[in-house]
């Protein structure tokens, strides 16, 4: 039953640690991404077709 206690202390703790690190993270704007690399890959594709036109045309 001992055990029991301690896992469960232990499983508590460690996630009161990654909330406050994800807190501490979220406040200083680590996971503010304006374009991301989904929206980035959309981008490439229309700027390849005009590079692609403007090889023909060559």
């Known amino acids: 039953m001992d055990i ?7 499983s508590i703790s460690l ?3 990654f909330l406050i690190i994800f807190i501490i993270n979220a406040k200083n704007r680590q996971f503010d991404d304006d374009e ?17 036109k403007k090889n023909q045309i060559l």
Request: charged content about 20%; overall charge negative; proline content about 4%.
């Open 15 to 17: 996630g009161l640690v």
């Open 36 to 52: 991301s690399p989904a929206l980035r890959i959309l981008m490439d594709d229309s700027l390849s077709e005009k590079e692609n």
């Open 4 to 10: 029991l206690l301690l896992m469960i202390l232990a």
